[in-house]
């Protein structure tokens, strides 16, 4: 695709309930990474994959945080037992190999735990 | 000594004006400053990046200004445009790491 997508582009859980969020990076794009923006605020990184494996998963703010990538395509961020603390925009980017100052980014889902 | 330090949280500016944003790093190891542009309900798009081996860089209307010895680097935005309304991030790369440190934003509105 022409751009970096993610769906869905809204979506509403309920407390504990687990949810995923699902990103397509730009074709040929071998890093990846994920972001928090809570309303107002600045991005807070989650996790970042170069191809399939994730060097740097020290923003992820608890184990009910995970993802994973399908080699260098899609990647899923799973959040289990929501709260109400989770709601927030998460982002996702990509950049070429050699280029991650260049992040290119989805237009974000925006996640409301009630 | 990861952090870039973002002013204004907030900024109105008169269409015509003159928009000017801070940031401020303590890492000397950072050698490459993006700014990225945000409008509502949409991901943050990169904006216009500089290295530290030059002081200034423009790009149309907007120009970033370098200031090693200060570690500052600040975003300016001329003739400033209503369409320009929009969360301005600064960001700095963390050497070895792969990824990017943000600044908090700026929210910049210009008044018709």
């Known amino acids: 695709g022409a751009g970096v997508s993610q769906s869905p582009s809204n979506k509403v859980t309920e407390k504990g309930k687990d949810v995923e969020l699902r990103c397509d990076p730009i074709s040929g794009h071998t890093a990846l990474y994920w972001y928090r923006q809570r309303l107002g605020q600045g991005l807070e990184f989650l996790i970042y994959?170069?191809?399939?494996?994730?060097?740097?998963k020290s923003g992820l703010p608890s184990d009910r945080f995970s993802a994973e990538r399908t080699g260098e395509s899609v990647s899923t961020l799973t959040i289990q037992r929501t709260q109400q603390e989770d709601s927030a925009v998460y982002l996702c980017?990509?950049?070429?190999?050699?280029?991650?100052?260049?992040?290119?980014f989805g237009p974000g889902t925006r996640l409301t735990v009630l | 000594q990861q952090q870039v330090k973002q002013s204004p949280q907030s900024l109105i500016v008169q269409k015509g004006g003159i928009s000017i944003i801070n940031c401020a790093y303590e890492n000397t190891a950072f050698d490459y400053f993006p700014w990225y542009q945000q409008f509502p309900g949409k991901g943050p798009a990169l904006l216009i990046a500089?290295?530290?081996?030059?002081s200034e860089k423009k790009e149309g209307r907007f120009t970033i200004s370098f200031n090693k010895s200060a570690k500052q680097f600040s975003l300016h935005i001329m003739d400033s445009q209503p369409g320009d309304s929009a969360t301005y991030f600064c960001?700095?790369?963390?050497?070895?790491?792969?990824?990017?440190?943000f600044g908090q934003g700026t929210r910049l509105t210009i008044n018709p």
């Open positions: 994959f170069q191809g399939n494996s994730a060097p740097d």
């Open positions: 960001a700095a790369p963390i050497q070895g790491a792969q990824k990017l440190v």
């Open positions: 500089i290295r530290p081996d030059v």
């Open positions: 980017a990509s950049s070429p190999r050699h280029f991650y100052n260049e992040q290119f």
